[in-house]
């Protein structure tokens, strides 16, 4: 058992010790480490924002995502710049202009909302692509993919595609970014962007046999869902792949 | 020497962040784009003295210092896997729905049936033919999916999980990296591990405690059970 001196004397070591040094200590786990990580930070944020004259709650807010995200990353081996105090003053400035920015952009969405837009119309204006998407959750992304026609069409498809093959075109088809669907294939995003243009090359190329053993209405369902699979440069400058 | 440095360090308690800015060749404004916020010598200085009038209304005994600590590590490492961190479950009456149910059955709302299945040392049992030991009040504003809560047996997880904590599962064998998910270990029963890597035919699984080595799982959806999505701590108050 360590006595209460020692643990003194090693508060006052941390305390002494370099960023870097602090970093080390941190990855190896050390609790006093960390709270030396905040104890060194976070008064010097605090004070920043009161001197620039932030909101008190939203800084706060502000101080401890940045202090947490920053610490996790440098921890992880991530590239630490040699300022680290400067740093962490301009990431939360640069995080509270971000929560700045989404709140306008939302009370625009509300003014808009309330000025005539009715029923699902409003409401998918209220929310965000994410939060339409998080409130699907991931086990039920790429359902209406598997519904009616398309079920069918994944049938006809038969076994020239994989289950991983699916669940790519399902993701796709659900408009989520090639950069997630590669971070959840556990793939680099280049990786991951270069399989899924293979994939969707394969599917187009098959697609004209599928769609000839299909009904008319059966086929218009298809292609409103193949629509999203067309290259990024065809579609709109808006749209995030 | 040390009067020395102290001397020189009341010196600077006095001066005035204004005059220091100006010793610096600076001037302090309420811009946060100034060229001063970002000047290490005038951000060191500031540092120490918010530092000091902090540590003078916050005393910390060493004791408290390390826990504070401990849960600045718990929710840095809960942002990164995207898991929240909650105080203790709270415990429920077992649902009338439920009392005819033989084995445990994942749900989708409602209280969230507990199983003291230890996940990280389950040898050879499987979680389904356990009976439910309690029910947990589901949080609030879940996204849909079907959940069971379980026990956590081990430390490899510290600091985001200890011995005795609860974990919310998500049903589904749609993973991704960076995450914590419950999975079956072919020879070690139920495991919960952060998803280190990714392949099309293998999960690696690492822990979070360093030293630990690392668990190649075959990627079968047979072999995950979950995501875990939230974890209620019993060291957070």
């Given at each position: 058992?360590?006595?209460?001196?020692?643990?003194?004397?090693?508060?006052?070591?941390?305390?002494?010790?370099?960023?870097?040094?602090?970093?080390?200590?941190?990855?190896?786990?050390?609790?006093?480490?960390?709270?030396?990580?905040?104890?060194?930070?976070?008064?010097?944020?605090?004070?920043?924002?009161?001197?620039?004259?932030?909101?008190?709650?939203?800084?706060?807010?502000?101080?401890?995502?940045?202090?947490?995200?920053?610490?996790?990353?440098?921890?992880?081996?991530?590239?630490?710049?040699?300022?680290?105090?400067?740093?962490?003053?301009?990431?939360?400035?640069?995080?509270?202009?971000?929560?700045?920015?989404?709140?306008?952009?939302?009370?625009?969405?509300?003014?808009?909302?309330?000025?005539?837009?009715?029923?699902?119309?409003?409401?998918?204006?209220?929310?965000?692509?994410?939060?339409?998407?998080?409130?699907?959750?991931?086990?039920?992304?790429?359902?209406?993919?598997?519904?009616?026609?398309?079920?069918?069409?994944?049938?006809?498809?038969?076994?020239?595609?994989?289950?991983?093959?699916?669940?790519?075109?399902?993701?796709?088809?659900?408009?989520?970014?090639?950069?997630?669907?590669?971070?959840?294939?556990?793939?680099?995003?280049?990786?991951?962007?270069?399989?899924?243009?293979?994939?969707?090359?394969?599917?187009?190329?098959?697609?004209?046999?599928?769609?000839?053993?299909?009904?008319?209405?059966?086929?218009?369902?298809?292609?409103?869902?193949?629509?999203?699979?067309?290259?990024?440069?065809?579609?709109?400058?808006?749209?995030?792949? | 020497?040390?009067?020395?440095?102290?001397?020189?360090?009341?010196?600077?308690?006095?001066?005035?962040?204004?005059?220091?800015?100006?010793?610096?060749?600076?001037?302090?404004?309420?811009?946060?784009?100034?060229?001063?916020?970002?000047?290490?010598?005038?951000?060191?200085?500031?540092?120490?003295?918010?530092?000091?009038?902090?540590?003078?209304?916050?005393?910390?005994?060493?004791?408290?210092?390390?826990?504070?600590?401990?849960?600045?590590?718990?929710?840095?490492?809960?942002?990164?896997?995207?898991?929240?961190?909650?105080?203790?479950?709270?415990?429920?009456?077992?649902?009338?729905?439920?009392r005819e149910q033989g084995n445990p059955r994942p749900v989708r709302a409602g209280p969230v049936p507990m199983i003291e299945l230890g996940i990280a040392a389950g040898v050879g049992r499987e979680l389904w033919d356990e009976p439910v030991s309690s029910w947990?009040?589901?949080?609030?504003?879940?996204?849909?999916?079907?959940?069971?809560?379980?026990?956590?047996?081990?430390?490899?997880?510290?600091?985001?999980?200890?011995?005795?904590?609860?974990?919310?599962?998500?049903?589904?064998?749609?993973?991704?990296?960076?995450?914590?998910?419950?999975?079956?270990?072919?020879?070690?029963?139920?495991?919960?591990?952060?998803?280190?890597?990714?392949?099309?035919?293998?999960?690696?699984?690492?822990?979070?405690?360093?030293?630990?080595?690392?668990?190649?799982?075959?990627?079968?959806?047979?072999?995950?059970?979950?995501?875990?999505?939230?974890?209620?701590?019993?060291?957070?108050?």
């Amino acid at each position: 058992m360590t006595s209460p001196r020692a643990h003194d004397q090693s508060r006052r070591a941390l305390r002494n010790l370099s960023d870097e040094a602090l970093i080390g200590a941190m990855r190896e786990g050390v609790a006093a480490a960390w709270q030396e990580f905040m104890t060194r930070f976070r008064p010097l944020l605090v004070r920043y924002g009161d001197r620039i004259g932030m909101d008190h709650a939203d800084w706060n807010v502000c101080v401890d995502t940045v202090l947490e995200e920053a610490a996790m990353r440098w921890v992880d081996g991530g590239n630490r710049p040699k300022n680290m105090a400067g740093y962490l003053l301009r990431a939360a400035t640069f995080h509270r202009r971000s929560m700045e920015r989404d709140a306008k952009r939302r009370a625009k969405r509300y003014a808009a909302a309330a000025g005539g837009e009715e029923g699902e119309g409003a409401v998918l204006s209220l929310c965000s692509e994410a939060s339409v998407r998080d409130s699907y959750g991931p086990a039920e992304i790429g359902q209406d993919c598997r519904r009616g026609a398309l079920e069918r069409f994944w049938s006809l498809l038969g076994e020239s595609l994989t289950d991983e093959e699916r669940s790519v075109l399902a993701r796709l088809g659900d408009g989520l970014p090639h950069r997630e669907i590669a971070a959840e294939l556990g793939l680099s995003y280049e990786t991951g962007r270069k399989r899924i243009q293979r994939l969707c090359a394969r599917v187009r190329a098959l697609v004209p046999q599928v769609l000839d053993r299909m009904n008319a209405t059966e086929r218009e369902q298809v292609e409103q869902f193949l629509k999203r699979l067309r290259p990024a440069q065809s579609r709109g400058a808006d749209d995030v792949v | 020497m040390s009067s020395d440095r102290s001397a020189a360090e009341a010196l600077l308690r006095e001066i005035d962040p204004e005059l220091l800015a100006e010793l610096l060749g600076r001037e302090l404004t309420r811009d946060p784009d100034h060229p001063i916020w970002s000047d290490e010598r005038f951000l060191f200085w500031l540092a120490s003295q918010a530092r000091e009038e902090y540590e003078r209304t916050n005393r910390l005994s060493d004791t408290e210092f390390r826990r504070c600590g401990a849960a600045f590590m718990a929710r840095a490492h809960a942002r990164k896997l995207r898991v929240a961190h909650g105080g203790p479950a709270v415990h429920v009456r077992e649902p009338v729905s439920a009392r005819e149910q033989g084995n445990p059955r994942p749900v989708r709302a409602g209280p969230v049936p507990m199983i003291e299945l230890g996940i990280a040392a389950g040898v050879g049992r499987e979680l389904w033919d356990e009976p439910v030991s309690s029910w947990v009040e589901m949080p609030p504003h879940m996204p849909p999916g079907e959940y069971v809560a379980l026990k956590i047996v081990g430390n490899s997880m510290a600091p985001l999980m200890h011995t005795g904590d609860t974990v919310l599962v998500r049903i589904g064998a749609d993973i991704r990296c960076d995450t914590v998910i419950v999975a079956r270990h072919p020879d070690d029963g139920y495991v919960c591990k952060r998803v280190r890597r990714l392949t099309r035919n293998v999960i690696e699984l690492s822990s979070l405690e360093p030293g630990r080595p690392i668990i190649r799982i075959p990627r079968t959806a047979e072999s995950i059970v979950g995501t875990v999505i939230l974890v209620w701590c019993r060291h957070r108050d």
